[in-house]
């Protein structure tokens, strides 16, 4: 295999040093993109250095220089940056992604997102499908789900990567790290603080096993800031379990999760305290996410400009046509939902004390990660700048926000090595805004070019964008709908169908339930399959399904036709998938459906007319 040499620069204030980074011509290389005549603000916190070069080949950054200083590749094409300011790609690190985020975040420079644990079976796949550039959108880190201690509804069919988590022991809590980083996971989230700490203890240390980092929601009772930065935790999203550490006389707040309006804990805030625990966090490098924005909404100053900008920012009819209308809604009620009157005053001291406390972490060392938790109340890429600006009010320099927004946010994640800085060797997603965002953060809005692994992106919205796993019309579903309906319906006749008349011995496993063939059928119903995840193939793939009242005509119809299938007994089935059904990649619903008639007790109501719920299957790529 041949190889060339591109020389790199590593610059060093108003000096450089030029080194050789190879890269394999075996097979034909794509043309190099160069940034020219920017200044550049690397990422890494030193002097912005006037007049740079960058070069990209493919999606690698192979140079970085001073313009006029380096040679280019035959064939570049030519950014030319003079005037302007050129930056890493931008992280929002606390996100509750919904498909139609993609454009608007990637059209604001941000390239990369941490998610909150609630893609579930989606969030791996759609994660990989977007680093093998498989769809459009930022690069999204995931933890897949949330381990805490309440399932919040839930019915306990709930598949293995459900949103929330319930360990019931210490060794119950490993189990379920494993689970999740075997299935995929950069990291795993604990999302109260309320199991007991031994379980914090031992999840964490799973973690560290597996190579992973833990993010706690420390708000107790089971777990407290400190203890989680001693145990290991890498982060503390919104800065839980702060305020009550450090109120003077925390015995008069609830413990726990509480309305997430934290302010009276703060404005009852103990100076002593603050600083011991802002001592703790910085030596166990416990980086916070404080997400002012949906926690502390109408306290920042300005807050009528964001509401404007808000309304401003929903106007392009292609991103109308398919962002949800619902969403949206709810994106503009969120800016006027905030504290009035006597309540507002009462917490205004809270809200100085938390911009003073977390001005005492960065000042201390400590990094403070940029998100205001983006989710389906506020405004893709707009949250993340407006959460800037209310780190200015807080008393951060553009640099550190900046870095909070890049280096920073790539090392919470272990993706320093690729991510985060402008340098030879890291991934080629850059931003270039037209003016100075260390004189006004503000300036990042002033997007000028957004490239994205290694390619100038198409910023403008397009009608028809989607993604592969998370479709228009998929509100992020689970993988199995309906699951309290189906606990309802086993409680409905012939003991919800979990046996059938005729019961049959079955090898070394006593009496098993034999298939009937009734005259009318009872009711499907789906309560967990396996696999959930199959691969594009030419060879045919089966799946099993556990439920109740199948029998012996049942049969599974995928994307809405009938597929081979195998009835095992009232309360097993299996379908095969053949090349052309694995031929799409994508989220595909089955169902099963049963021979009519049904039987009257089961077309009552509720009940339904012989097809069973709606469950979930992914096809993934053939990487």
Sequence with gaps: MRKFCVAVAVLLGPLFLVFLYPYSTSAQQPAALVVEGGTLIDGNGGAPVRDSAIVIQGNT?????????????????IINATGKFVLPGLWDSQVAYSWYFGEAMLNHGITSSIDVGTDEETAVPHRDSVLHGKVLAPRSYTGILRIGSTLNGATGFEMPLNTIRVPTSADDTRAIVRTVLNAGADYVIFYDGAMPLDYYKAGIDEAHKLGKPAFVRAYGPGIFPAQAAEL???????????????????????QGRDDRNELDKYGDMDDAKAAALVKTLVEHHVALVPTFMINYGGYPKNWDRYTAEAHEWFKDPNLLKYYRKEAMEAALAAYTNVDQGA???????????????????????????VSGNLNDRYVPGLELFQEMRIMIETGLTPMQIIQGSTKFASELVQKQDSLGTVEPGKLADILIVGADPLQDIDNLKKTDTVIFDGKVIDRSYHANYTTTFNPPGDQESPAVEGLPWVVALMKVGRGGGA??????????????????????????????????IVTQSATPATVTVKGINFV???????????????VVSPTEIRFTLDAEALRTAGRFEFVVVNPAPIAPLFTLGMWGTGSSNEAHLIVNYKY
């Design 343 to 369: 309540v507002r005053e009462r917490r205004l001291k809270g809200w100085e004390n938390l911009k003073r406390f977390h001005k005492m972490f960065v000042d201390a060392g400590g990094h403070l990660i």
């Design 232 to 254: 290991g935790a890498a982060q503390l999203p919104h800065s839980a379990g702060i305020p009550l550490a450090i109120a003077k006389n925390p015995s008069q707040f609830r």
């Design 552 to 566: 012996r005509r049942s049969t599974v119809h995928f994307k809405g036709k009938p597929v081979p299938t195998q």
């Design 499 to 532: 046996a059938a008349e005729g019961a049959v011995p079955g090898p070394g496993r006593g009496a098993v339930a034999a298939v009937a063939d009734p005259a009318s059928s009872p009711q499907p119903a789906i309560q967990m399959f396996d696999p959930y």
């Design 61 to 77: 950054i192979t140079a970085v220089s001073l313009k006029g200083k380096i040679a280019y590749p035959a064939n570049a094409r």
